[in-house]
Nanobody, 115 residues
């Protein structure tokens, strides 16, 4: 079993920054890919960014150049630094990992960007 706990969401003005964290715990060993997804009201959940254990990253086009994903393998923690935030970034942000062929999701953290 893997538990994912996110933190760092909140309310910020357009142009501001937030940093999300997601810590994985449980009986785990060498988690590979970890990622961030988001879901805005009335929209499907979408990939924001993911990162392999080796540090290879992948970003949605809408966040390239503004968001940075990173991880600390020793702490089984993944981060999402979000800069130059826009109102359209408003959503619930979820952390996800796949471990032994099973998807695990965090509970989500709300990010609200005011114009």
């Amino acid at each position: 079993q893997v538990q994912l706990v996110e933190s760092g969401g909140g309310l910020v003005q357009a142009g501001g920054s937030l940093r999300l964290s997601c810590a994985a715990s449980g009986t785990i060993f060498n988690i590979n890919a970890m990622g961030w997804y988001r879901q805005a009201p009335g929209k499907q959940r979408e990939l924001v960014a993911d990162i392999t254990r080796g540090g290879r990253t992948n970003y949605a086009d809408s966040v390239k150049g503004r968001f940075t994903i990173s991880r600390d393998n020793a702490k089984n923690t993944v981060y999402l630094q979000m800069d130059s935030l826009k109102p359209e970034d408003t959503a619930v942000y979820y952390c996800k990992t796949v471990y032994i062929a099973r998807d695990y999701w965090g509970q989500g953290t709300q990010v609200t960007v005011s114009s």
